[in-house]
């Protein structure tokens, strides 16, 4: 058995995953934005701890934001944190394997192996949540550069001089399309407390869906979307591309547009011979299965 240890944007999630990866005990928390670091080691630390008393664990995989290298995390653009040494963090209460791995690669290694892209060869994982995520499969295979994660779609611009990124950039598809961006645009508009949670704001959208303001936003964040789902459909030619993340949730409000959208193939060159555009079927779980999946690779 394996501990799976999701680290997001916002939220972490630490999972007991078995040989058939399945999580068979789970538990998660938010993310404390005002005291990050200290939280976050004490809270994975507690969780491990209770976890090694009750479980012979020969692993422990760890999806992170940011760019992990040796062990240790950096560029956490999204929580503000210059470089958090996981590894060390871990060893203090377990001697065995520790992976850390980017958490758009775990996850697309998850939809991969057990989700929504098991059939295909060449396919795309898209993560919109906090930022934007990604990772790429060709020929059966998750492809690695040497030197960095990759695949930071996210961070591919779509705008010339548009909206200032955390990664300090400006234009990059992320300030775009994440689904903390989406959130906010909605929140703003249709005058709602600023911590609304997204089960409460897709309940609220559903309703109000209609009013003209709320329209806009939707429509330029498919259109957004579309413009990066088309470059990267261009780049890789993929036999699919998954969607996973936050935008799962919003499934009735986005997707059917979405769809509608990319397949009027106004941005595609090989326009005869389209992807497959699929959502993510193991949701939140995908990042501590993939953690676990990681340390076997
Ligand atoms: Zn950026």
Redesign the pocket.
């Known amino acids: 058995m394996k501990i799976g240890i999701d680290l997001g944007g916002s939220h972490i999630g630490i999972g007991i995953v078995n040989e058939e990866g399945k999580i068979i005990e789970k538990s998660e928390t938010d993310i404390d934005m005002s005291f990050t670091a200290n939280f976050i080691e004490n809270y994975i630390l507690n969780e491990v701890k209770k976890i090694l008393e009750k479980y012979e664990i020969e692993a422990i995989g760890v999806a992170s934001p940011g760019t992990p290298k040796n062990g240790k995390i950096t560029a956490m653009v999204n929580l503000g944190i210059k470089e958090l040494d996981i590894t060390s963090i871990l060893k203090k209460v377990f001697s065995g394997l520790i992976q850390v791995r980017n958490d758009a690669k775990c996850a697309g290694i998850a939809e991969k192996t057990y989700g929504s892209l098991k059939q295909y060869q060449d396919a795309v994982f898209l993560c919109l949540g906090t930022g934007i995520g990604g990772s790429c499969f060709m020929q059966g295979k998750a492809l690695s550069p040497n030197r960095n994660p990759g695949f930071e779609i996210?961070?591919m611009i779509i705008q010339k001089d548009g909206n200032l990124?955390n990664?300090g950039?400006k234009g990059?598809f992320?300030t775009y399309c994440s689904m903390k961006k989406l959130k906010n645009q909605l929140i703003e508009a249709m005058g709602l407390e600023k911590n609304t949670q997204a089960k409460e704001l897709l309940n609220i959208l559903k309703q109000r869906q209609n009013e003209e303001k709320v329209q806009l936003i939707l429509k330029q964040y498919i259109q957004n979307l579309n413009i990066g789902l088309s470059n990267i459909t261009d780049i890789l030619e993929p036999e699919a591309i998954c969607l996973g993340g936050g935008f799962v949730y919003f499934e009735d409000v986005l997707y059917k547009i979405l769809v509608e959208e990319y397949y009027r193939k106004r941005y595609v060159f090989n326009s005869q011979n389209m992807p497959e555009l699929k959502l993510a079927t193991l949701g939140n779980d995908a990042g501590i299965i993939g953690a676990t999946i990681s340390c076997n690779i």
């Open positions: 996210g961070h990124c990664c950039k990059c992320e």
